[in-house]
């Protein structure tokens, strides 16, 4: 049987890959396209990461495996939510159609191991292993929420994503708590808690929970620590979490990461078999479970400062290094894939170091961190060396979902909808925090949500809509003709606005509730924040991006190319990722 390994590298970029090739900083890289291939690979629209990963997964476009933003709305409310996971009768039940490249494997005998695979929660039993990465959420069922304990509160960000604890500047010993679950009970839904208390002194701190201690210097972390939470009627949740003492003086931080799933739990499937994340941190070491591990929210609110995220990225690298590792050391045959995504994460905040551009570059911070992205691409290049030392004999694919640009300037669409007259408030209304609660929907015709889409109020599938399925095709037109005219300092805000159903082609699969335009923004533009949850503003349409979160690719998808490098023959298949998983089970069944 044939060996074939897959290494997905969230976000590498051919500009940048193909800058340290011909500086010779990534050898193997180019060890690799000497023995085989290597060319930019089209990505598709939107290029966000879970749609590509699902359409690596599948074959399969946006409309056959259902993914088609980061966020999704509901027709029935209107109500935005996210696309990485669903609940159905009160269990998570993996929200990505189609059959994967491993169930097609495994439907011809082949055994697979997949570690931290994008949109792989809760996996769906197959005879092989995986452990879910992108959409795994941490143990309150969301995201990642993370706690900062300081005495300089005023400091984060406004709208922070995290919890903002106080704590008083001259405090020798504060007694406070930690987050878990919710819970709901006679008195209504409220989260559970354990006692913290955190001793401080001239250099340190000392943190106790329960019976468990630690001390912390500056810039240091702590170990994983398991924490139990008492949920009532007899049960408890366990998590894992770890600590980081950003700073005593002059002010306190004290940052905890999210409190994650533990590796044993039963209410969130991490893993298949359900005992293999246990045996991952039996053979490694504990680790996190979290799908977006790396906290960008906490260092876009001023949680964490640089240095502790590129500490926490570290952190997060080595432990998915060490799990391929240790299950490379162990392939003989089938199929073997690691995910690993710290690339994106890394980009997505020090992109501002080298766009001279950006409203946030800062010169002295750019020539201290200028070479951090650059590092994550040798550790990748060091990484793919074991690989082909190792497995000299495998079918190797290393490719990337995207690639990267800058976000300069940031687009409230649904603000220019109303402008526009295509979308209306309700009167008196003069903005809409989120969750479209101020929209006049008697009035509106169509209405942003997500990062890239624009849905149209059509009666019969929107609860309020307006508009008959005959009216379609010429709103789609005005919409597109409108969009593409839009400026901004004399250059073109949007690229290409695709429309959904052209999309589909005539794929079988089709599936229903995608949005009806796919935005393909231009080059250092994206949708805001506040448009992917249905808000409006009342301000300007076109802001600068003054957020660390300074590079992305929600643009259109022919700005972010991914990378394909690989040994195996590319005959036959088109330099796309719609191409990757048909390729990995055909090589995986030769």
């Known amino acids: 049987m044939s060996k074939t390994i897959f290494l997905g590298i969230d976000g590498m970029d051919p500009k940048i890959a193909e800058q340290l090739m011909s500086a010779g900083q990534l050898p193997n890289f180019e060890r690799l396209a000497a023995r085989g291939h290597y060319s930019q690979l089209a990505t598709i629209n939107p290029p966000q990461s879970p749609v590509v ?123 406070t708590d930690i987050t878990g679950p919710f819970t709901v009970g006679l008195t209504g839904r409220k989260a559970t808690t354990i006692p913290l208390n955190i001793q401080l002194d001239a250099n340190s701190v000392t943190c106790r929970i329960g019976r468990q201690s630690f001390t912390l210097a500056p810039g240091q972390w702590s170990p994983w620590l398991t924490i139990v939470f008492d949920i009532g009627f007899f049960r408890t949740v366990k998590g894992i979490c770890r600590f980081y003492l950003s700073g005593l003086h002059p002010e306190f931080s004290l940052y905890m990461t999210p409190v994650n799933v533990a590796f044993d739990s039963s209410e969130f499937p991490i893993s298949h078999p359900a005992d293999y994340a246990v045996e991952l941190a039996d053979a490694i070491g ?67 170091m080298h766009d001279t551009g950006h409203p946030m570059h800062d010169p002295a911070l750019a020539e201290s961190y200028n070479d951090v992205i650059p590092r994550y691409y040798r550790w990748m290049d060091r990484i793919l060396g074991v690989v082909l030392d190792r497995a000299p004999d495998a079918a190797l694919i290393c490719c990337s979902d995207h690639g990267f640009c800058s976000f300069r300037r940031s687009v409230q669409v649904n ?80 690229c290409r606005v695709h429309d959904a159903e052209l999309l589909k082609g005539d794929n079988p699969h089709a599936a229903a509730g995608g ?51 690989t040994n195996a023959p590319t005959t036959g298949y088109m330099s796309s990722v719609n191409e990757i998983g048909n390729m990995l089970a055909e090589l995986t069944q030769r």
């Open 53 to 175: 990963w699902s359409t690596i997964a599948t074959g399969l476009a946006p409309s056959g495996h259902g993914i088609y933003d980061f966020i999704h709305r509901d027709p029935a409310t209107y109500k935005p939510y996210l696309s990485l996971h669903r609940i159905e009768h009160g269990r998570y039940v993996n929200p990505v159609q189609g059959e994967t490249f491993w169930e097609k494997c495994a439907a011809k005998g082949i055994g697979s191991t997949l570690l931290k695979w994008p949109m792989g929660f809760p996996p769906r039993p197959f005879p092989g292993q995986m452990l879910a990465g992108l959409g795994a959420p941490d143990l309150r069922g969301m995201l990642g929420t993370y706690t900062c304990y300081t005495s300089a509160p005023e400091k984060m960000e406004r709208d922070a994503k995290g919890r903002i604890v106080p704590v008083p500047g001259s405090a020798q010993s504060v007694q």
């Open 286 to 352: 504990p680790f996190s479970t979290l799908g977006l591990a790396e906290d960008t929210n906490a260092v876009n609110d001023g949680a964490l400062d640089e240095d502790g995220f590129i500490s926490l990225c570290d952190g997060i690298m080595a432990e998915r290094e060490s799990m391929f590792l240790y299950e490379l050391s162990r392939f003989r045959e089938g199929l073997l894939a690691c995910v690993f995504d710290t690339t994106d994460r890394i980009q997505h905040i020090f992109w501002r």
């Open 415 to 494: 603000d220019w909808l109303l402008r526009e007259g295509f979308l209306a408030l309700k009167p008196g209304a003069k903005l809409c925090e989120g969750l479209f609660e101020e929209i006049d929907w008697s009035r509106s015709q169509a209405y942003a949500a997500g990062l890239n889409s624009i849905y149209l109020n059509l009666r019969g599938r929107e609860k309020e809509g307006i508009l008959n399925e005959s009216e379609l095709p010429a709103l789609k037109s005005k919409l597109a003709a409108r969009l593409a005219s839009l400026y901004d300092r004399g250059r073109p805000v949007v």
């Open 515 to 565: 949005p009806d335009l796919v935005v393909g923004f231009a080059e250092g533009y994206r949708a805001s924040w506040q448009t992917a949850i249905g808000g409006i503003t009342g301000g300007e349409i076109i802001e600068d991006n003054l957020k660390k979160w300074s590079g992305d690719h929600c643009c259109d998808a022919s700005l972010v190319p991914g990378v394909l490098f």
